[in-house]
């Protein structure tokens, strides 16, 4: 049902029942009619909407939509890592992109606060990140701006990654005009305070971005056999083709953990994860 007045926009914003709609450069601020009351509109929403009336009419088709943070039609999400406090987390890494492979979204990591690392520390996620990047995945620290800014041209993304983690500080470190709110890590919970709140895409160049509330727990809704196609390296060798890589019976990914070619705690994560399948 096109009406001729009826614009392209996106949502970049829900603040109670006020949508900020962005076409190109310009904002509106909307309102939702008809059939669409019922529905969950969201972020990234792709939408037709009336400039005559504000009203958001219709909404298009989405690519993808992620949960926590609600978002939709993403391009990348950024996986913010923190590698000191909170303290460095595969498994929290693994569990994004999981959840990235599962959506179709390109992960990519970035390492904070290795400033912060004693050796011991650095060692590990040294070690971690070659293996991440062997097995084709990009990684960025956080002070890579440059290589950061390259990697969002044209790209809706979302940030993701703990609370604390930098997500917000790395936004303002790519655009020194956003001035977005950043919190202190309590020491004794080792752990950010949740200091975003809402989701709100951001223009940053040409691209469009999410800082979205860290999370302190993801719950992926996902099957077993989605969780064993998101970790990419483990492939279809196995012998067994409904294989779950668990029992060691000629079980390929079993045999490349043993001989070091699959990192260890990659499948200490797939057998966490699949444990968590109801
Ligand atoms: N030393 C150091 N501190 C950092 C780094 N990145 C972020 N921080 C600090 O970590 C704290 C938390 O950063 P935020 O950017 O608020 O974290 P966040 O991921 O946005 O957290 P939420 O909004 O709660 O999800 C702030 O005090 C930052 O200054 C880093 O690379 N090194
Ligand atoms: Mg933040
Ligand atoms: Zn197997």
């Known amino acids: 049902m096109k009406k001729e007045n009826n614009n392209i926009g996106k949502i970049t914003s829900i603040n109670k029942d006020l949508y900020t709609v962005m076409e190109g450069n310009s ?3 909307c309102s939702v009619r008809g059939k669409l009351k019922n529905f969950k509109l969201t972020v990234g929403d792709n939408v037709l909407f009336n400039k005559d009336t504000n009203t958001i ?40 992109l999981v ?6 979204i390109k992960p990519v990591i970035i390492i904070t606060k290795l400033d912060l690392c004693d050796k011991k520390e650095l060692k590990e996620v040294k ?11 990009k990684v960025y620290k956080n002070k890579d701006v440059r290589k950061i800014k390259k990697e969002m041209e044209g790209a809706v993304i979302a940030l993701a990654g703990q609370t604390g983690a ?9 655009d020194k005009n956003l001035n977005l709110k950043t919190g202190e890590v309590s020491e004794a919970l080792g752990r950010g305070k949740h200091t975003t709140r809402l989701v709100e895409l951001i223009h940053v ?14 719950e992926l809704d996902l099957e077993k056999q989605d969780i064993a196609n998101g970790f990419i390296e483990f492939g279809f060798n196995c012998k067994y083709n409904t294989c779950n890589h668990v029992k060691s019976d000629g079980c390929y990914v079993i045999k490349a953990v043993d001989e070091g ?3 260890k705690s990659r499948y200490e994560s797939y057998l966490k994860l699949i444990k968590e399948v109801r």
Do not use: Q, W
């Open 261 to 263: 070619k699959i990192m």
């Open 27 to 29: 904002a509106f601020f």
């Open 166 to 174: 930098g997500k917000s500080t790395l936004l303002n470190k790519i």
């Open 205 to 218: 160049g040409n691209s469009l971005i999410a800082d979205t509330p860290g999370f302190s727990s993801l």
């Open 57 to 96: 009419e219709d909404v298009l088709e989405r690519k993808n939509t992620l949960i926590r943070p609600l978002v939709s039609n993403i391009d990348k999400l950024f996986i913010v890592v923190s590698t000191h406090l909170p303290k460095f987390s595969t498994y929290l890494l693994d569990k994004f």
């Open 99 to 104: 959840l990235s492979e599962f959506n179709n």
């Open 127 to 137: 070690k971690a990140l070659k293996y991440y990047k062997k097995i084709g995945y």
